[in-house]
Protein backbone atom coordinates (compact mmCIF):
# COMPACT_ATOMS: atom_id res chain seq x y z
CA UNK A 1 0.00 0.00 0.00
CA UNK A 2 1.27 3.34 -0.92
CA UNK A 3 2.80 5.85 1.99
CA UNK A 4 0.03 8.34 3.21
CA UNK A 5 1.17 11.65 3.38
CA UNK A 6 0.33 14.88 4.97
CA UNK A 7 1.07 17.14 2.09
CA UNK A 8 1.19 16.41 -1.43
CA UNK A 9 1.93 19.15 -3.68
CA UNK A 10 0.73 18.67 -7.22
CA UNK A 11 3.66 21.03 -9.27
CA UNK A 12 6.96 21.44 -8.76
CA UNK A 13 7.25 25.12 -9.93
CA UNK A 14 8.32 28.52 -7.65
CA UNK A 15 4.78 27.49 -6.30
CA UNK A 16 5.27 24.18 -5.60
CA UNK A 17 8.76 23.07 -4.68
CA UNK A 18 8.29 26.03 -1.86
CA UNK A 19 5.13 24.97 -0.68
CA UNK A 20 6.70 21.84 -0.23
CA UNK A 21 9.94 22.46 1.29
CA UNK A 22 7.64 24.65 3.54
CA UNK A 23 5.64 21.99 4.56
CA UNK A 24 8.36 19.96 5.37
CA UNK A 25 10.14 22.52 7.60
CA UNK A 26 7.48 22.46 9.35
CA UNK A 27 7.37 18.59 10.17
CA UNK A 28 4.90 17.85 8.00
CA UNK A 29 5.32 14.81 5.97
CA UNK A 30 5.44 15.79 2.13
CA UNK A 31 5.53 14.97 -1.26
CA UNK A 32 5.95 16.96 -4.61
CA UNK A 33 4.94 15.56 -7.49
CA UNK A 34 6.40 16.66 -10.65
CA UNK A 35 6.38 15.67 -14.61
CA UNK A 36 8.56 18.29 -16.13
CA UNK A 37 12.03 16.29 -18.30
CA UNK A 38 14.48 19.01 -19.47
CA UNK A 39 16.17 19.43 -22.72
CA UNK A 40 18.82 16.54 -21.87
CA UNK A 41 15.56 14.54 -21.25
CA UNK A 42 16.24 14.32 -17.56
CA UNK A 43 13.59 14.74 -14.85
CA UNK A 44 13.62 18.20 -13.68
CA UNK A 45 12.39 20.34 -11.03
CA UNK A 46 11.60 24.31 -11.12
CA UNK A 47 8.44 24.22 -13.91
CA UNK A 48 8.48 26.68 -16.50
CA UNK A 49 10.11 29.38 -14.51
CA UNK A 50 13.43 27.71 -13.98
CA UNK A 51 13.77 25.39 -17.36
CA UNK A 52 12.23 27.49 -19.56
CA UNK A 53 11.08 31.11 -18.62
CA UNK A 54 12.62 33.46 -16.24
CA UNK A 55 16.07 31.92 -15.28
CA UNK A 56 16.84 31.30 -18.78
CA UNK A 57 15.31 34.35 -20.10
CA UNK A 58 17.19 36.54 -17.16
CA UNK A 59 20.56 34.95 -18.58
CA UNK A 60 20.38 35.73 -21.76
CA UNK A 61 18.71 39.43 -20.60
CA UNK A 62 21.87 39.68 -18.66
CA UNK A 63 24.34 38.17 -21.97
CA UNK A 64 22.96 40.41 -24.29
CA UNK A 65 23.31 43.59 -22.69
CA UNK A 66 26.90 43.40 -21.84
CA UNK A 67 27.69 42.43 -25.61
CA UNK A 68 25.48 46.00 -26.40
CA UNK A 69 27.33 47.65 -23.62
CA UNK A 70 30.84 46.43 -25.04
CA UNK A 71 29.65 47.79 -28.53
CA UNK A 72 28.17 50.63 -27.95
CA UNK A 73 29.23 52.30 -24.86
CA UNK A 74 32.84 51.14 -23.52
CA UNK A 75 34.05 53.59 -25.77
CA UNK A 76 31.89 56.27 -23.79
CA UNK A 77 33.86 55.07 -21.14
CA UNK A 78 37.01 55.56 -21.84
CA UNK A 79 37.67 51.98 -22.53
CA UNK A 80 38.74 50.52 -26.22
CA UNK A 81 38.54 47.41 -26.70
CA UNK A 82 38.93 45.34 -30.30
CA UNK A 83 36.68 43.51 -32.69
CA UNK A 84 33.24 42.21 -30.17
CA UNK A 85 32.00 39.49 -31.84
CA UNK A 86 29.03 36.70 -30.68
CA UNK A 87 29.25 33.24 -29.57
CA UNK A 88 25.38 32.82 -29.79
CA UNK A 89 26.08 29.09 -28.78
CA UNK A 90 28.14 29.55 -25.99
CA UNK A 91 25.91 31.96 -24.66
CA UNK A 92 23.10 29.36 -24.88
CA UNK A 93 25.28 26.95 -23.29
CA UNK A 94 25.57 28.99 -20.54
CA UNK A 95 22.04 29.46 -19.78
CA UNK A 96 21.64 26.31 -19.80
CA UNK A 97 24.38 25.56 -17.55
CA UNK A 98 22.64 28.14 -14.84
CA UNK A 99 19.47 26.37 -15.55
CA UNK A 100 20.90 23.17 -14.94
CA UNK A 101 22.45 24.59 -11.64
CA UNK A 102 19.58 25.88 -10.10
CA UNK A 103 16.83 22.98 -10.65
CA UNK A 104 19.53 20.83 -9.39
CA UNK A 105 19.81 22.67 -6.51
CA UNK A 106 16.18 22.56 -5.96
CA UNK A 107 16.52 18.71 -6.16
CA UNK A 108 19.29 18.83 -3.34
CA UNK A 109 16.91 21.16 -0.91
CA UNK A 110 14.35 18.14 -1.18
CA UNK A 111 16.66 15.76 -0.26
CA UNK A 112 18.22 17.77 2.57
CA UNK A 113 14.43 18.76 3.88
CA UNK A 114 13.37 15.38 3.68
CA UNK A 115 10.48 16.14 0.48
CA UNK A 116 9.75 13.01 -1.02
CA UNK A 117 10.11 13.69 -5.34
CA UNK A 118 7.09 12.20 -7.01
CA UNK A 119 8.45 11.83 -11.02
CA UNK A 120 5.04 11.86 -12.97
CA UNK A 121 1.93 13.46 -13.64
CA UNK A 122 -0.36 14.29 -10.88
CA UNK A 123 -3.87 13.88 -10.51
CA UNK A 124 -6.22 14.75 -7.86
CA UNK A 125 -8.68 12.15 -7.01
CA UNK A 126 -11.43 11.93 -4.81
CA UNK A 127 -10.78 12.12 -0.75
CA UNK A 128 -7.81 13.84 -1.29
CA UNK A 129 -6.24 10.80 -3.04
CA UNK A 130 -3.47 11.45 -5.59
CA UNK A 131 -2.63 8.95 -8.57
CA UNK A 132 0.73 9.65 -10.19
CA UNK A 133 1.34 8.48 -13.07
CA UNK A 134 5.09 7.56 -13.89
CA UNK A 135 6.91 8.20 -17.01
CA UNK A 136 6.94 4.67 -17.76
CA UNK A 137 3.00 4.60 -17.62
CA UNK A 138 2.94 2.79 -13.58
CA UNK A 139 0.30 4.64 -12.28
CA UNK A 140 0.30 4.58 -7.71
CA UNK A 141 -2.57 6.23 -5.99
CA UNK A 142 -1.25 7.77 -2.68
CA UNK A 143 -3.14 9.00 0.45
CA UNK A 144 -2.74 12.52 1.64
CA UNK A 145 -4.34 14.68 4.41
CA UNK A 146 -3.64 17.70 2.16
CA UNK A 147 -3.36 18.19 -1.32
CA UNK A 148 -1.92 21.42 -2.80
CA UNK A 149 -2.05 21.93 -6.68
CA UNK A 150 0.12 23.86 -8.53
CA UNK A 151 0.37 23.28 -12.12
CA UNK A 152 1.10 26.60 -13.00
CA UNK A 153 0.39 28.03 -16.91
CA UNK A 154 1.12 27.14 -20.18
CA UNK A 155 1.73 29.97 -23.07
CA UNK A 156 -1.63 30.68 -25.35
CA UNK A 157 -1.21 29.13 -28.91
CA UNK A 158 -2.98 31.32 -31.45
CA UNK A 159 -4.60 29.09 -33.91
CA UNK A 160 -3.69 31.46 -36.69
CA UNK A 161 0.02 31.00 -35.98
CA UNK A 162 0.40 27.57 -35.28
CA UNK A 163 3.83 26.51 -34.23
CA UNK A 164 6.32 25.29 -36.86
CA UNK A 165 9.53 23.51 -35.63
CA UNK A 166 12.15 26.46 -34.68
CA UNK A 167 10.61 29.17 -37.11
CA UNK A 168 7.27 29.53 -35.67
CA UNK A 169 8.55 29.62 -31.15
CA UNK A 170 6.27 30.18 -28.02
CA UNK A 171 8.48 31.44 -26.09
CA UNK A 172 10.80 28.67 -24.64
CA UNK A 173 11.55 27.99 -28.32
CA UNK A 174 13.21 31.75 -28.55
CA UNK A 175 15.69 30.73 -26.00
CA UNK A 176 17.25 27.85 -28.09
CA UNK A 177 18.17 29.69 -31.24
CA UNK A 178 21.71 29.19 -31.55
CA UNK A 179 22.33 31.88 -34.58
CA UNK A 180 21.21 35.30 -35.14
CA UNK A 181 17.80 35.62 -37.44
CA UNK A 182 18.02 38.60 -39.34
CA UNK A 183 14.24 39.96 -38.39
CA UNK A 184 12.02 38.11 -35.68
CA UNK A 185 8.36 38.83 -34.97
CA UNK A 186 6.76 39.40 -32.21
CA UNK A 187 3.18 38.72 -31.53
CA UNK A 188 2.53 40.75 -28.14
CA UNK A 189 4.33 43.78 -26.52
CA UNK A 190 3.80 42.32 -22.96
CA UNK A 191 6.34 41.42 -20.67
CA UNK A 192 7.69 38.36 -22.32
CA UNK A 193 7.18 40.09 -26.02
CA UNK A 194 9.75 42.82 -24.60
CA UNK A 195 11.97 40.77 -22.91
CA UNK A 196 12.67 38.35 -25.86
CA UNK A 197 12.45 41.15 -28.46
CA UNK A 198 15.03 43.06 -26.45
CA UNK A 199 17.43 39.98 -26.53
CA UNK A 200 17.35 39.40 -30.14
CA UNK A 201 17.42 42.96 -31.12
CA UNK A 202 20.93 43.36 -28.95
CA UNK A 203 22.26 40.91 -31.05
CA UNK A 204 21.01 42.02 -34.34
CA UNK A 205 17.65 41.02 -35.37
CA UNK A 206 15.56 43.66 -37.19
CA UNK A 207 12.66 43.66 -34.19
CA UNK A 208 8.93 44.18 -34.93
CA UNK A 209 6.41 43.56 -32.12
CA UNK A 210 2.44 43.62 -33.38
CA UNK A 211 0.48 44.09 -30.63
CA UNK A 212 -3.61 44.20 -30.87
CA UNK A 213 -4.05 46.43 -28.18
CA UNK A 214 -3.95 50.42 -28.71
CA UNK A 215 -2.54 51.33 -25.32
CA UNK A 216 1.40 50.19 -24.58
CA UNK A 217 1.25 48.43 -21.28
CA UNK A 218 -1.51 49.29 -20.43
CA UNK A 219 -0.83 48.01 -16.62
CA UNK A 220 2.11 50.12 -16.23
CA UNK A 221 1.14 53.94 -14.87
CA UNK A 222 0.81 55.63 -18.11
CA UNK A 223 3.97 58.26 -17.35
CA UNK A 224 6.20 55.48 -17.03
CA UNK A 225 4.57 53.54 -20.23
CA UNK A 226 5.67 56.56 -22.20
CA UNK A 227 9.19 56.41 -21.08
CA UNK A 228 9.49 52.94 -22.01
CA UNK A 229 7.63 52.87 -24.83
CA UNK A 230 10.25 55.92 -25.72
CA UNK A 231 13.14 54.27 -24.81
CA UNK A 232 12.50 50.53 -26.71
CA UNK A 233 11.60 52.71 -30.05
CA UNK A 234 14.87 54.72 -29.69
CA UNK A 235 16.64 51.54 -29.13
CA UNK A 236 15.68 50.24 -32.46
CA UNK A 237 12.38 48.29 -30.83
CA UNK A 238 9.66 48.75 -33.71
CA UNK A 239 6.44 48.08 -31.87
CA UNK A 240 3.06 48.54 -33.84
CA UNK A 241 0.09 48.94 -31.49
CA UNK A 242 -3.84 48.34 -32.70
CA UNK A 243 -2.61 45.66 -34.88
CA UNK A 244 -4.38 42.17 -35.29
CA UNK A 245 -2.46 39.23 -36.73
CA UNK A 246 -4.39 37.28 -39.05
CA UNK A 247 -2.45 34.18 -39.94
CA UNK A 248 0.81 33.09 -40.80
CA UNK A 249 3.22 30.76 -43.21
CA UNK A 250 6.25 29.31 -43.64
CA UNK A 251 7.77 28.91 -46.82
CA UNK A 252 11.46 28.15 -47.71
CA UNK A 253 12.85 28.34 -44.20
CA UNK A 254 10.86 32.08 -43.78
CA UNK A 255 7.49 32.64 -42.21
CA UNK A 256 4.74 35.11 -44.13
CA UNK A 257 2.49 37.37 -41.35
CA UNK A 258 -0.54 38.77 -42.73
CA UNK A 259 -2.09 41.20 -40.20
CA UNK A 260 -4.33 44.40 -40.15
CA UNK A 261 -3.92 47.79 -38.33
CA UNK A 262 -5.84 51.05 -38.71
CA UNK A 263 -4.69 51.53 -42.65
CA UNK A 264 -5.71 48.03 -43.81
CA UNK A 265 -4.32 44.44 -44.60
CA UNK A 266 -0.37 43.93 -44.51
CA UNK A 267 1.72 40.89 -45.44
CA UNK A 268 5.89 41.09 -44.19
CA UNK A 269 8.11 38.53 -44.00
CA UNK A 270 10.30 37.25 -41.61
CA UNK A 271 13.19 34.96 -40.34
CA UNK A 272 11.59 34.09 -36.78
CA UNK A 273 8.03 34.60 -35.45
CA UNK A 274 7.39 34.53 -31.49
CA UNK A 275 4.05 34.12 -30.35
CA UNK A 276 3.37 35.93 -27.01
CA UNK A 277 0.01 36.70 -26.28
CA UNK A 278 0.58 35.46 -22.96
CA UNK A 279 -0.40 32.44 -20.63
CA UNK A 280 -3.26 30.37 -19.38
CA UNK A 281 -3.64 27.71 -16.27
CA UNK A 282 -2.34 24.71 -16.96
CA UNK A 283 -5.49 22.55 -15.23
CA UNK A 284 -6.01 19.89 -17.90
CA UNK A 285 -6.81 16.59 -16.33
CA UNK A 286 -5.24 17.95 -13.02
CA UNK A 287 -8.38 17.30 -11.17
CA UNK A 288 -10.73 14.12 -11.90
CA UNK A 289 -14.22 14.33 -11.92
CA UNK A 290 -15.23 13.13 -8.68
CA UNK A 291 -12.72 15.13 -6.97
CA UNK A 292 -15.57 17.93 -7.24
CA UNK A 293 -13.23 20.97 -7.15
CA UNK A 294 -14.31 24.17 -8.77
CA UNK A 295 -13.40 25.65 -12.03
CA UNK A 296 -14.27 28.82 -13.82
CA UNK A 297 -14.57 29.43 -17.30
CA UNK A 298 -10.74 30.38 -17.67
CA UNK A 299 -9.81 26.07 -15.97
CA UNK A 300 -8.81 28.64 -12.59
CA UNK A 301 -9.91 27.05 -9.49
CA UNK A 302 -11.65 28.74 -6.89
CA UNK A 303 -9.95 29.96 -3.97
CA UNK A 304 -10.25 32.50 -0.90
CA UNK A 305 -8.01 34.51 0.71
CA UNK A 306 -6.02 31.51 2.07
CA UNK A 307 -6.36 29.71 -1.10
CA UNK A 308 -8.36 26.98 -0.01
CA UNK A 309 -10.46 25.59 -2.77
CA UNK A 310 -14.49 24.44 -2.34
CA UNK A 311 -13.00 21.27 -0.99
CA UNK A 312 -12.16 20.63 2.84
CA UNK A 313 -8.25 20.05 2.65
CA UNK A 314 -7.48 21.06 -0.92
CA UNK A 315 -5.97 24.32 -1.72
CA UNK A 316 -4.71 26.10 -5.08
CA UNK A 317 -1.59 28.54 -5.55
CA UNK A 318 0.00 30.11 -8.14
CA UNK A 319 -0.40 30.72 -11.72
CA UNK A 320 -3.78 28.03 -11.22
CA UNK A 321 -5.66 30.87 -9.55
CA UNK A 322 -7.01 34.56 -9.16
CA UNK A 323 -4.28 37.34 -9.44
CA UNK A 324 -1.03 38.22 -11.79
CA UNK A 325 0.53 34.53 -12.91
CA UNK A 326 3.91 35.63 -11.06
CA UNK A 327 6.72 33.06 -9.58
CA UNK A 328 6.89 35.49 -6.44
CA UNK A 329 3.42 35.86 -5.66
CA UNK A 330 3.38 31.84 -5.62
CA UNK A 331 5.98 31.59 -3.88
CA UNK A 332 4.71 33.18 -1.36
CA UNK A 333 0.99 32.08 -1.38
CA UNK A 334 3.14 28.36 -1.09
CA UNK A 335 4.41 29.61 2.13
CA UNK A 336 1.13 30.63 3.59
CA UNK A 337 -0.99 27.43 2.56
CA UNK A 338 2.16 25.30 4.05
CA UNK A 339 2.09 27.18 7.13
CA UNK A 340 -1.90 27.31 7.72
CA UNK A 341 -1.55 23.58 7.24
CA UNK A 342 0.37 23.55 9.65
CA UNK A 343 -2.02 25.73 12.44
CA UNK A 344 -0.09 28.40 12.21
CA UNK A 345 -1.29 32.29 11.00
CA UNK A 346 -0.71 33.24 8.02
CA UNK A 347 -1.05 35.65 4.99
CA UNK A 348 -0.38 36.46 1.25
CA UNK A 349 -0.38 41.31 1.10
CA UNK A 350 -1.93 41.05 -2.24
CA UNK A 351 -1.92 45.23 -2.04
CA UNK A 352 1.76 45.12 -2.38
CA UNK A 353 2.99 42.20 -4.89
CA UNK A 354 5.98 43.60 -6.87
CA UNK A 355 6.36 43.26 -11.02
CA UNK A 356 8.99 43.74 -13.21
CA UNK A 357 9.63 43.64 -17.05
CA UNK A 358 13.35 42.83 -17.15
CA UNK A 359 13.94 44.96 -20.10
CA UNK A 360 16.98 47.92 -20.37
CA UNK A 361 16.07 50.34 -18.69
CA UNK A 362 13.88 47.93 -16.08
CA UNK A 363 10.47 49.11 -15.58
CA UNK A 364 9.09 48.11 -12.30
CA UNK A 365 5.92 48.98 -10.16
CA UNK A 366 4.01 48.33 -6.75
CA UNK A 367 0.54 49.37 -5.82
CA UNK A 368 -1.76 51.11 -7.60
CA UNK A 369 -1.07 53.79 -10.66
CA UNK A 370 -2.27 57.24 -11.15
CA UNK A 371 -5.13 56.45 -13.28
CA UNK A 372 -6.09 54.17 -10.54
CA UNK A 373 -5.61 56.45 -7.56
CA UNK A 374 -7.50 59.38 -9.33
CA UNK A 375 -10.47 57.17 -10.75
CA UNK A 376 -11.31 56.55 -7.26
CA UNK A 377 -11.51 59.57 -5.85
CA UNK A 378 -8.44 59.69 -3.81
CA UNK A 379 -6.86 63.00 -2.35
CA UNK A 380 -3.31 62.35 -3.90
CA UNK A 381 0.22 64.04 -4.46
CA UNK A 382 2.66 62.58 -6.88
CA UNK A 383 6.97 62.75 -6.51
CA UNK A 384 9.06 62.00 -8.53
CA UNK A 385 12.89 62.07 -9.56
CA UNK A 386 14.38 61.69 -12.85
CA UNK A 387 17.78 59.02 -13.22
CA UNK A 388 19.33 62.22 -15.25
CA UNK A 389 19.81 64.00 -12.05
CA UNK A 390 21.20 61.35 -10.11
CA UNK A 391 25.25 61.75 -9.67
CA UNK A 392 25.58 57.59 -9.77
CA UNK A 393 23.31 56.81 -12.44
CA UNK A 394 25.53 59.66 -14.54
CA UNK A 395 28.86 58.44 -13.23
CA UNK A 396 27.08 54.67 -14.46
CA UNK A 397 26.32 56.62 -17.78
CA UNK A 398 22.60 54.99 -17.26
CA UNK A 399 20.09 57.83 -16.84
CA UNK A 400 16.98 56.88 -18.68
CA UNK A 401 14.18 56.82 -16.90
CA UNK A 402 12.81 58.30 -13.29
CA UNK A 403 11.19 57.16 -10.05
CA UNK A 404 7.32 58.19 -9.36
CA UNK A 405 5.69 57.53 -6.50
CA UNK A 406 2.25 58.10 -5.43
CA UNK A 407 0.69 59.32 -1.63
CA UNK A 408 -2.24 59.77 -0.12
CA UNK A 409 -2.16 63.65 0.55
CA UNK A 410 -3.90 63.43 3.92
CA UNK A 411 -2.40 60.31 5.51
CA UNK A 412 1.22 60.44 3.42
CA UNK A 413 0.19 56.88 3.13
CA UNK A 414 2.34 55.35 -0.36
CA UNK A 415 -0.17 54.44 -2.83
CA UNK A 416 1.82 52.99 -5.22
CA UNK A 417 5.80 53.34 -6.47
CA UNK A 418 6.94 53.32 -10.24
CA UNK A 419 10.50 53.26 -11.81
CA UNK A 420 11.90 52.73 -15.00
CA UNK A 421 15.73 53.26 -15.27
CA UNK A 422 18.42 50.94 -14.07
CA UNK A 423 18.40 48.23 -11.35
CA UNK A 424 14.74 49.04 -11.25
CA UNK A 425 13.69 45.93 -9.80
CA UNK A 426 16.24 45.96 -7.08
CA UNK A 427 14.86 49.38 -6.11
CA UNK A 428 11.45 48.49 -5.70
CA UNK A 429 11.89 46.60 -3.19
CA UNK A 430 12.60 49.66 -0.78
CA UNK A 431 9.10 50.86 -1.62
CA UNK A 432 7.60 47.35 -1.33
CA UNK A 433 9.02 47.48 2.26
CA UNK A 434 8.10 50.73 2.74
CA UNK A 435 4.20 49.67 1.71
CA UNK A 436 4.34 46.23 3.85
CA UNK A 437 5.25 48.26 6.93
CA UNK A 438 2.68 51.16 6.12
CA UNK A 439 5.50 53.43 6.35
CA UNK A 440 4.85 56.94 4.68
CA UNK A 441 6.90 58.91 2.05
CA UNK A 442 8.00 61.28 5.12
CA UNK A 443 9.33 57.93 6.83
CA UNK A 444 11.44 57.89 3.27
CA UNK A 445 12.69 61.13 3.28
CA UNK A 446 13.73 60.74 6.76
CA UNK A 447 16.22 57.23 5.98
CA UNK A 448 19.71 58.19 5.15
CA UNK A 449 20.74 57.02 1.92
CA UNK A 450 24.25 56.93 1.12
CA UNK A 451 25.64 58.72 -1.57
CA UNK A 452 25.97 58.27 -4.83
CA UNK A 453 23.45 55.32 -5.21
CA UNK A 454 20.56 54.92 -7.69
CA UNK A 455 18.54 54.66 -3.93
CA UNK A 456 19.00 58.16 -3.59
CA UNK A 457 16.33 58.58 -6.65
CA UNK A 458 14.11 56.81 -4.43
CA UNK A 459 14.76 59.33 -1.70
CA UNK A 460 14.12 62.17 -3.83
CA UNK A 461 10.61 61.10 -5.20
CA UNK A 462 10.11 61.13 -1.63
CA UNK A 463 10.88 64.40 -0.71
CA UNK A 464 9.36 65.89 -4.16
CA UNK A 465 5.96 64.60 -2.88
CA UNK A 466 5.98 67.45 -0.68
CA UNK A 467 7.88 69.72 -3.04
CA UNK A 468 11.12 69.31 -1.01
CA UNK A 469 13.45 67.64 -3.60
CA UNK A 470 16.65 69.12 -3.09
CA UNK A 471 18.49 67.79 -6.86
CA UNK A 472 15.54 68.86 -9.07
CA UNK A 473 13.96 72.27 -9.68
CA UNK A 474 10.76 72.42 -7.20
CA UNK A 475 9.60 74.23 -4.10
CA UNK A 476 7.95 73.15 -1.33
CA UNK A 477 4.32 74.09 -2.16
CA UNK A 478 1.96 75.73 0.57
Known amino acids: MAEIYDVIVIGGGPAGYVAAIRASQLGLKTACVEKWINKQDKPALGGTCLNVGCIPSKALLESTELYETACHQFKDLG ?5 VTLDVPRMIERKDQVVMELTGGIAMLFKQNGVDWLQGEGQLLADRQVKVTALDGKETVYDSK ?4 ATGSVPIDLSVTPLNGDIVVESAGALDWESVPGSVCVIGAGVIGLELGSVWRRMGSRVVLLEAMDTFLPMVDKAIAREAQRAFTKQGLDIRLSTRVMGSKVNHGKVAVTFKDGEGDHEETFDK ?21 LQDERGLF ?24 LAHKGSEEGVMVAERIAGEESSVNYDVMPNVIYTHPEVAWVGKTEEQVKSEGIDYQVGSFPFAASGRAKAKGDTTGMVKIVRDRKSDRILGAHIIGPSASELLAQTVLAMEFDATTEDIAHTIHAHPTLSEAVHEAALSADGRAIHIGNRKRG
Open 302 to 325: HVNEFCETNVPHVYAIGDVVRGPM
Open 273 to 293: LIVAVGRRAFTDNVCSSEADV
Open 146 to 149: NVVI
Open 79 to 83: INVGE
